[in-house]
Each structure stands twice: as C-alpha cells, then as structure tokens.
C-alpha cells in the first residue's frame, strides 16, 4: 500500500484513540516543574507529545519501538548493503510500522520524481558568500522552497483542519527529496568546483546524497545511509525537534518549520558539536607536531579545556545517561571498516579516558559520549574534510525525523504552544507561599 494511503488508514485510529484519552484522562497529573527545572531549561517536564521515537536514559533512542540494533537489523538494506535505508526508517518513523523492501523501493522512486529543485532556489544560494557558514546557507536554501508550499496554499483556500495533514505531507515528501541535493551544493560551492552534480535515478537517497556531493565510494554511500538513519530522531525535547515543532504549531508550513529548527540545530551545544569535536582533537594533534598523544597527554589537555571553563564536545546529554547507542553504532561501522585509522584510534583513546575525567570533574551529569563524538571522524576518513559541512549532514538525517513528526501535528490538530512563563519576582513571592 502506497505510504500516504497507510498513513491516511492510521490518522483516523489515532485520533479516535487521542480523544478517549483526553476525555477520560485529561485532568490527570504527568508532570511537574520545580523552581530548579524553570531555569534549568525545562530538563525532564513531560508536557509534549512526539509520536515517532522516545529516548530512555540508560537504553537510547527508540524509534516507534525499535532500538538502534534492531532497526540496524530489521530495515531493508540496499543490494549488496549491510546499513539500513533511511527510506525505510522515514516509512517506520510515519507509520510506526516496519516496511517491506517494495515499499522502501516506493519511497525511493517518490523522492527521486520529487527531487527537482527549483531555479529560484539555486539563484539564491548562488548570491550567497561562499564563505558563509554552511548551515545559514542550509536555513536560507529551506526557507527559498517556502513559496512552493502546498499547505500554505490550501490553508489560505480554506481547506478544513482535518485535512491539513494531507498539503503538508505534500510539502514534506518534496522537502525531503529535495534536501540531499540543497546540502550537496552547497558542499560543492563552499568546497569544491561548484559545478552541481545531477542526481542518479539508479540510486536511493542516501547514496545520492553522496554522489551528488562528489563522493562515488560504495563504503561511503554505507556510511551515509548508516548516518542519515542514526541523526533522524531523538525525541521531541531537544533543540531542532522541538523548534520544528513550536513553529509549526502556529500553522507555519514545513519550511518555515524545519529552517527554524535547523537554525537551533547550529548551535555548539547541539548539532555543532560534531565539528567542535574533530576541532579539538585536531587542535590537540597539532599542538603535538602532529603525532596522536599519549593517554597522559591526551588526560592533561582533557583537564586544561575543563579547568578553562569549555566543555568537552561530544561528551554528555541532557536525556542519556550511558554511552549514546548511536555512538557505539558508529563506533562499529569505525571498527569494520577503518580499525587502523589514526584519528578513529584517537576518538577511541578519548573513550577510554574522558569518561573518568568528567567523573572526576563531577560537573556532568552524564560522562559518556554523544552521537557527536563519532562522527566526524568517519567523515573525515572518506575525505570530507570540510568540518563546518558536518552539521549539515546532521540536518539533512534529522529533518525526516521532525518532519514526520510535523505531518503528525497536524494530523491529530495540536494546538498552538503556548506554555506560561514567569519572573523572577513572581516566583520569589510564590515559593514563599509554600
Ligand atoms: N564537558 C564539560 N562540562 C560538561 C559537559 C561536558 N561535556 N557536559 C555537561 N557539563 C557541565 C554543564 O556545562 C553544566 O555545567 P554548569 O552547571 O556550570 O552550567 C553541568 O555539567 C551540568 O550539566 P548537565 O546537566 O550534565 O548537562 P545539560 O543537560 O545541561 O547539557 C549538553 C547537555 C549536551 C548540552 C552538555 O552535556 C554539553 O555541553 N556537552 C558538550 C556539547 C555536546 O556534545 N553537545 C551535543 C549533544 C548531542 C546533540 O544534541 O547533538
């Protein structure tokens, strides 16, 4: 069955399902915030729906159910592949359902007819400096497909609020099979020649995305597939889904949407990061004349940029409180297909010591590494070495995550956000009181 189809079978189910619970359960208490929690960035207060995945702190991510093995396992693969098609993960996240290898092959064919990306749009990145950072000319590349929104048109024709989930999967199938080809150019103009390169029809969407960056290694299309399916989805608090999701919940269309959280995405202590680590481990080389450092000397730079006030990238969360499964998937892709690999053995050292050290440090509330401690590393091994691209990469994977998710808003009506906030003064007098 075609995936939109699926989907419109399940919309009804959910919904139904929603409005019992609200009205049987609607009064009763999921949460609670402390003063603490008010100005420790809402960490732990459960008041947001996000159907797609849900993080444990000690398991991971868990998409609709499935953890990263199992999905690693489960997905159909491309032929002759090993890692899963993001495709597939995409049909999973929407449907909370495991699809065949034809209906990957579906998506597939969907995202390669949709893939054109208007002239409009490369005019515009064509105006940008090419020294602009790659995520702002990422936002501002989402934002140009703006006025081809379906959604946008047929809220102002007045379609009825039931049916807003249908114009705004429209715009996010030709959204996602149009990202891979927005953030390979502007790889290649930041980096390369500038010569676009035309997409494959014979290739699926991850292996396009390499191809079209330049990169024609069938280990790197692995990796790339591996990649886009471990940055999709990491529930809906964190920085870009929730962005995503607030501005799409005043009926913003899913490129005002995903620009927005693509600009939250960019910043050090989320997406960034993944740079910010391949910096660090490079700046720390460099210092040596080049040669990877000793366990001493790796624990004594480790300590200079904690007692400097920086954190240490790649390390830590807000949810997780074990080493990040994504890591150790990447970490076993690194160990398969790159064991010798200077740089992999220095990520690996930094594992072994860097967790006693935040211990020590007893700062972190968790000392184990992120998804962004690994993966710069792979990038740079297949020769994308251009670091400042890599939250790109990030962007492109997590947009099938907060996307899927936003065809869900609509579908089941939230509402438009609108938490209460308070002062300082209001809360001094309230804490009084009790
Ligand atoms: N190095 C040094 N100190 C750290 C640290 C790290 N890796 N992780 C947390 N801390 C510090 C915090 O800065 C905070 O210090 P202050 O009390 O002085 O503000 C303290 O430990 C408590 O923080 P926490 O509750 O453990 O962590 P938060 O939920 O506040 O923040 C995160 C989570 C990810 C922002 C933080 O761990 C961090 O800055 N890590 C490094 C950056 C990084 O890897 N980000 C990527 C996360 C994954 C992603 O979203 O992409």
């Known amino acids: 069955m075609p995936l939109k189809e699926k989907l419109a079978k399940k919309i009804p ?3 139904e399902e ?17 003063v603490e929690q008010a100005y ?4 732990g207060i459960k008041s947001m729906v996000w159907e797609t995945s849900l993080l444990d702190p000690n398991e991971g991510i868990r998409f609709r159910g499935y953890n990263i093995p199992e999905v690693r ?4 693969k491309a032929p002759g592949g ?57 936002s501002i590349g989402i934002m140009s497909l703006q006025p081809t929104s379906l959604y946008q048109q047929k809220y102002n024709e007045g379609i009825p609020k039931k049916d807003y989930w249908d114009p705004m999967y429209e715009d996010v199938m030709n959204l996602l099979a149009q990202l891979p080809a927005i953030a390979a150019y502007i790889y290649r103009r930041s980096y390369k020649n500038g010569k676009r390169i035309t997409p494959s029809k014979k290739l699926d969407w991850g292996a396009n995305f390499s191809h079209m960056m330049g990169i024609d290694d069938p280990e790197y299309y692995e990796l790339m597939r591996l990649y886009l399916v471990l940055h999709s989805d990491h529930e809906g608090g964190n920085v870009s889904a929730h962005t995503t999701h607030l501005v799409g919940s005043a009926l913003s269309d899913a490129f005002y949407s995903l620009s927005a959280g693509m600009n939250g995405l960019a910043g050090p202590l989320h997406g960034l990061a993944n ?7 490079q700046n720390l080389m460099k210092k040596l004349g080049g040669r990877v450092p000793t366990k001493e000397e790796l624990s004594k730079a480790l300590w200079d940029t904690l007692n400097s006030g920086q954190v240490i ?40 010591v860097a967790p ?28 994308v070495r251009e670091y400042d691209f890599y939250t790109v990469l990030f962007g492109v994977s997590r947009a099938m995550g907060v996307l899927a998710q936003l065809i869900w808003d609509r579908a089941l009506g939230l509402s438009i956000e609108r938490p209460k906030s308070v002062t300082t003064e209001w809360l001094k007098q309230e804490v009084t009181k009790m």
């Open 13 to 15: 189910i959910l919904r």
């Open 18 to 34: 929603v409005k019992s619970l609200v009205k049987e359960h609607g009064q009763k208490v999921i949460s609670q915030a402390t």
């Open 40 to 43: 420790g960035g809402m960490r």
């Open 73 to 76: 396992e489960k997905l159909p």
């Open 82 to 138: 090993e890692e899963p098609l993001p495709e597939g993960l995409f049909w999973l996240l929407l449907t909370g359902e495991l699809p065949t290898e034809n209906d990957v092959k579906e998506v597939t064919k969907e995202w390669q007819t949709r893939g054109k990306v208007p002239a409009s749009t490369w005019k515009i990145l064509d105006s940008l400096p090419k020294k602009m950072h790659p995520m702002t000319q990422f």
């Open 275 to 281: 740079q910010e680590v391949l910096r660090w481990i």
């Open 313 to 352: 990238p790649g390390y830590g969360h807000a949810v997780l409180r074990k080493t990040d499964p994504r890591y150790v998937a990447q970490r076993e892709f690194a160990l398969k297909h790159m064991p010798k690999d200077e740089l992999f053995q220095l990520v690996a050292m930094v594992y072994e």
């Open 356 to 383: 006693d050290i935040l211990m020590k440090h007893g700062k972190a509330k968790n000392p184990w590494p992120n998804v962004d401690a690994h993966s710069g590393v792979l990038q740079w091994y297949y020769g």
